[in-house]
């Protein structure tokens, strides 16, 4: 079975322990700035928003990489950045629609979420459950569930 | 071992800018944050100086535990004397810019001197250097929020700062982080603008790496975030209601201070409660509280997000407060509200909001407020003087006054200097509630009477952060004790102000204690700085700091005699409620405070607790 990230922005508190999570697994450190997951606070209307890259199929970035540094881990589905292949020619952050993939100074590579080999840090570390990591063909069912328990048991809403 | 090892030291007066290593024998003795910034202080200030002078200095201080994944790891510390007070002034922030910083690889910044013009701080990892700040003078937290991270093209600084307030030497102004974070209490923004200091802006990309043992850090902090998810105060009650959780709770055991303490009952508490904010309005149809929002690294989240009804007196044709923003705790809900008399929630957010923008301590606002509606009330003060009616109860009075106080106009200049001076000023000193001249917050001291003994023993004067023993004396937590008795309450106080140091000292927050003793933190201590921390170590460098702290005080001048509370508290009793007929019984519990505490009849630590603690 094949699992994605799945983010359900009502839920985050902007509490942050994700992003160090995410740098603690990739390098060893608490530093938000090297995190792969980003937590928006959108001050204005109260809403922290959790966003990162969601492992699309046809890949923008594996596609555009000259090199073929972007390969899909087969067991996870993830694209994954081979650092001893990659240039740092940055063409990948130019060709992802949704700025997931982003260069590195330090290393002259690029990073992306890799979904950690199959077990993401940042979903383990959610206090909330607003990052969870679950089959990739059922992300809506928690949803569709809340709406059947509204349609069935909540008798107002008949 | 979870520290940067590096020091910022910045000389204002000369302009530079300098790096050098933390006292690693100071920091295994004083932990960090609270105790590490206040060795450093009073090592290097004389206690004696004018808090506004450019000889005295202020530090921000972040803990060995400050950005990293333990839960509520983001907090730092701002430290120096106190303009208010004249005591040590030591006051905690959460938000995101202590772990921001300590990302850079900085453990400390000293502001030593004054600048000749206005400048802020810029750090970027290793860059920190001092910058022009003129185009910041004279605007609020917000703006020097947002300004700062255009002019520096990255959204992602974090600022902390004054707003008009700390410039315009409004003796509580506070230093104000993320929007809504504060360092709000004993006027630490107000040395800050004496400085024409007006922010320091960070970037730190470094991030805290050099755990001890990772593995064993990892462990420990997912099992202290389980007892915290379990547990139904940090689990359940504050981040569904936030501190506000208190407003009812409060009122009912009598404790909660209404109009100036001549009442310790509010009619109108369930006007301005967490349930109040969670009810949609009749206005509107919408709910004042959007949602919870975490500091860094927290995973109790019980900061609040509110939205005005935009209809409101206070905002109408004022966009600019129409948008989420830092909504009410329990302290500023009280102290806006219960404290004169108000129960307009919607006011209420709205001045809020305002201490917030500009950097004020919304408690001596509030109470200093309370004492001048109280003079009004009693015909000392009068509608010309004040420029609007002040009865008890006005929420136009309240909105009005925290306009003028925030931009130091008219009478609110002199709500600017406190309850203390103001009260003294119209004759009547015993109408200020306070001790060593910090207001009270939210506990009245005759109907919990180990909070009483807690706010007169307080290092930085009435606080209830130093000792909190509501946790004990209406909670139950860790144990039940009756808050109308005062005997054990010396000992009581003495283990919460110990316990409580320890904990400031950590990088964490004070909330966790809901939850965890000395003993949760031990392992997670242990673990990020490799040196072995027993629950009895972590108690006796608590007790040290409180000690330190003291010595300071004593050395500033203070005497027993200020360990006092006003005569309200010692011979006014509560009317009505569970604590009918109680005063606080401060002249029974404070010579067993000194004895449980090791010191004289002057309250000055003897020789060999002086020894014990290796002070």
């Known amino acids: ?125 959610c206090p909330t459950g607003a990052i969870t990591f679950i089959d990739s063909n059922w992300t809506g069912l928690g949803k569709m569930e809340q709406w059947a328990d509204k349609l069935a048991n909540q008798p107002s809403a008949g | 071992m979870s520290w940067a090892g590096k020091i910022l030291r910045v000389d204002l007066t000369a302009g530079t800018v300098k790096s050098e290593p933390l006292n690693k024998e100071w920091a295994r003795n004083y932990l960090g944050s609270r105790g590490l910034g206040s060795k450093y202080l009073v090592e290097e200030v004389d206690a004696k100086v ?45 938000g995101y810019w202590g772990a921001e910083f300590k990302m850079a690889g900085w453990d400390m910044v000293i502001f030593e001197g004054k600048s000749a013009k206005p400048v802020y701080l810029y750090v970027n990892d290793d860059v920190a250097e001092l910058r022009d700040a003129s185009h910041l003078w004279g605007k609020s937290v917000w703006e020097t929020e947002e300004t700062l991270k255009k002019s520096l093209q990255d959204p992602l600084t974090r600022v902390s700062s004054i707003g008009k307030a700390g410039e315009n030497g409004i003796l ?74 208190l407003m009812n709770v409060i009122n009912e055991v009598g404790g909660l201070p209404t109009r100036n303490h001549r009442d310790n009952q509010f009619e109108g508490a369930k006007d301005i409660s967490a349930e109040a904010m969670a009810t949609p309005r009749a206005t509107d149809g919408k709910k004042q509280l959007v949602t919870n929002q975490a500091c860094f690294g927290c995973t109790i989240a019980c900061g609040r997000i509110s939205k005005m009804d935009q209809g409101h007196f206070t905002v ?16 500023a809900a009280w102290a806006l509200g219960a404290a004169n008399g108000v129960n307009d929630l919607e006011t209420l957010q709205y001045a809020t ?60 200049k002199e709500i600017g200097q406190g309850s203390k001076r103001l009260t003294a000023k119209y004759g009547h000193p015993e109408l200020s509630m306070s001790s060593k001249g910090l207001e009270f917050p939210a506990y009245d001291g005759r109907a919990i009477q180990g909070i009483g003994l807690a706010y007169a023993t307080s290092n930085r004067g009435g606080c209830h952060l130093r000792g909190y023993t509501i946790a004990s004396e209406v909670l139950g937590i860790p144990v039940k004790t009756d808050p109308l008795e005062h005997e054990g309450k010396p000992e009581l106080v ?20 809901f939850a965890w003793g000395l003993a949760d933190l031990a392992p997670q201590m242990q673990a990020a700085i490799g040196e072995e921390y027993t629950t009895e170590e972590l108690e ?51 010579p067993k405070y000194y004895a449980a505490r090791g010191w004289d009849k002057e309250g000055h630590p003897t020789a060999a607790t002086r020894k014990r603690l290796s002070l």
């Open chain 2, 494 to 513: 003495k283990a919460f102000q110990d316990a409580t140091a320890a904990f400031d000292s950590s990088g964490l927050c004070i909330f966790t204690t």
């Open chain 2, 316 to 331: 109408a044709n004022k966009p600019q407060y129409w948008g989420a923003s830092g909504g009410l705790e329990y302290e």
């Open chain 2, 50 to 94: 004018d808090p506004l002078s450019p000889a005295n200095k202020i530090i921000w201080a972040t803990g060995p535990l400050t950005g990293t994944m333990a839960s509520t790891g983001g907090r730092y510390t701002v430290i120096t004397k106190s303009p208010l007070t004249g005591t040590i002034a030591c006051s905690n922030s959460g």
């Open chain 2, 172 to 245: 509580y102004a506070a230093v104000v982080n993320d929007l809504h974070r504060a360092a709000g209490r004993s006027g630490v923004g107000t040395v800050m603008g004496s400085k024409n200091l007006k922010a320091i802006a960070v970037r730190g990309t470094k991030g805290v790496g050099n755990i001890h043992n990772p593995k064993a850090f990892m462990k420990a902090t997912t099992e202290k975030k389980k007892i915290l998810a379990e547990n139904g105060v940090t689990g359940q009650g504050l981040p569904a209601y936030g501190t506000q959780v």
């Open chain 2, 353 to 412: 909001m305002l201490c917030n923008e500009e950097g004020i301590d919304p408690i001596t606002f509030g109470t200093t407020v309370g004492a001048v509606m109280e003079l009004y009330d009693m015909g000392v003060l009068t509608k010309e003087q004040v420029g609007i009616e002040a009865k008890f109860g006005s929420a136009h009075a309240l909105a009005f006054l925290v306009e003028e106080t925030v931009n130091g106009r008219g009478f609110g």
């Open chain 1, 1 to 125: 079975m094949q699992k994605t990230l799945h983010i359900n922005a009502d839920k985050c508190t902007g509490c942050m322990q994700c992003e160090m999570a995410c740098s603690f697994e990739n390098y060893g450190t608490f530093a938000t700035a090297k995190s792969r997951i980003k937590v928006f606070d959108f001050h204005h209307t109260g809403k922290k928003v959790p966003y990162t890259c969601t492992q699309c199929d046809e890949a923008w970035c594996l596609h555009a990489c000259p090199v073929e540094a972007i390969t899909v881990d087969k067991a996870t589905g993830a694209k994954v950045v081979n650092e001893a292949t990659c240039v740092g020619c940055k063409v990948c952050t130019i060709a992802c629609p949704f700025g997931t993939i982003n260069y590195v100074e330090e290393t002259g590579k690029v990073q992306k979420c890799d979904l950690c080999g199959g077990d993401p840090a940042c979903a383990s570390a």
């Open chain 2, 540 to 590: 006796k460098i608590g007790e040290r700091i409180w000690n330190m702290e003291r010595e300071f005080n004593n050395r500033a001048g203070f005497t027993a005699k200020d360990d006092s509370l006003p005569p309200r508290l010692l011979k006014e009793a509560c009317k009505t409620g569970p604590a009918t007929g109680k005063v606080n019984m401060l002249a029974e519990m404070m």
